[in-house]
């Protein structure tokens, strides 16, 4: 296995909260320039970021979309704003309440979900007074849903396997800050620029070419981004662990056992590579000596946990390995 899987969000990072302002809503958004290819897709140079200032309300407006991936669209950045679209009836229809309703109920779809033993006190609720004015819910009911983006992410990313195709050199694939697929290739062939069309048309899906791209084959021992569970990984110490499966709150991130980093840490892959940390306390719940403690703040024991925050640039997938050690 010599491509890259598909990374769901790219260069996510963290970011300081804006000034508190007020919602705004609307009913159109241009679509993001490219340049047309010969084959007729439209091929970009890099995939489209997150600016750091915007950080926040675009990981406020992708919980949305991933709470309700049948209602509203991946969110996209779009003239210094976080435009969320809004796809379904009762998306269309929220986009046209009062402001103050819509910034009700968008809060509640993002606030993480409440789970037997939790209540109100002992869950970490976000404040999301900040990130009003950076985001945008637009009307978009011709739009596709965050639920058909990934589902277009993850076929066309499967091409590779298409016996009809001799030569894909499918590199990745995943979801940029513009909402579209980006189809990362070696080497862009008729052949295949004529199924992405026939199957997806030239709206949702981008082209990058990378003729120079080099990936580390992915596998139990020697994973990469977007990282699966089931992988090892390297403790802050330098031991080996497991990673346990992909987790999204506002970022990527990943689980694993809370003994593997007692006191927080950096994690990084068998290569090498900076996969994210672990905050002491908030984000571990192990005591050596003791075993396990309660999080801060919290009355209710959770297991052996730990939470990685994944680096700027590296995503998580919500894949696991099975097989043997060796699988890929």
């Known amino acids: 296995m010599n491509q890259m899987r598909r990374p769901i969000l790219l260069s996510l990072a963290c970011a300081t909260l804006a000034a508190a302002a007020v919602l705004s809503t609307t009913t159109a958004v241009a679509a993001p320039a490219g340049n047309p290819s010969a084959y007729g897709l439209t091929i970009v140079k890099e995939s489209a970021v997150v600016p750091p200032h915007l950080v926040e309300a675009f990981g406020f407006a992708r919980s949305v979309a991933m709470a309700r991936p049948d209602d509203f669209g ?7 704003t976080v435009v969320l679209p809004a796809v379904s009836d009762a998306a269309v229809n929220l ?3 009062r402001p103050q309703t819509v910034r009700e109920q968008l809060e509640q779809y993002a606030r993480p979900q409440l789970k037997d033993g939790d209540t109100m006190t002992q869950l970490s609720v976000p ?16 739009g596709l849903t ?21 030569q894909t050199d499918i590199v990745s694939t995943g979801i940029d800050a513009s909402g579209r697929v980006v ?65 999204t709150y506002s970022n990527p991130m990943m689980l694993t056992a809370g003994h593997c980093s007692p006191n927080g840490g950096t994690y990084t892959s068998p290569s090498g590579k900076v996969m994210g940390t672990v905050t002491s306390g908030s984000r571990e719940n192990w005591d050596a000596g003791v075993g396990t403690v309660y999080f801060s703040g919290q009355t209710v024991h959770r297991g052996d946990l730990a939470l990685i925050s994944l680096a700027s640039g590296v995503s998580s997938s919500g894949r696991i390995f099975t097989g043997l050690s060796q699988s890929s």
């Open 74 to 80: 991946f969110p996209q950045v779009v003239d210094d």
């Open 95 to 97: 986009a046209t309440a």
């Open 127 to 142: 404040d999301f007074s900040a990130i009003w004015g950076r985001v945008t819910l637009v009307a978009s009911a011709e």
């Open 146 to 166: 965050a639920g058909q983006v990934l589902k277009i992410n993850d076929a066309v990313f499967d091409l590779r396997n298409d016996a009809t195709l001799p």
């Open 183 to 247: 189809l990362t290739v070696r080497e862009m062939t008729a052949p295949l620029a004529g199924k992405v069309i026939e199957e997806f048309g030239v709206e949702v899906v981008v082209v990058n070419v990378d003729a120079n791209f080099t990936a580390l084959p992915a596998d139990r021992a020697s994973d990469t981004s977007p990282y699966y569970g089931g992988a090892r990984i390297t403790t802050p110490s330098g031991g080996g662990c497991t990673s346990g499966f992909a987790w």
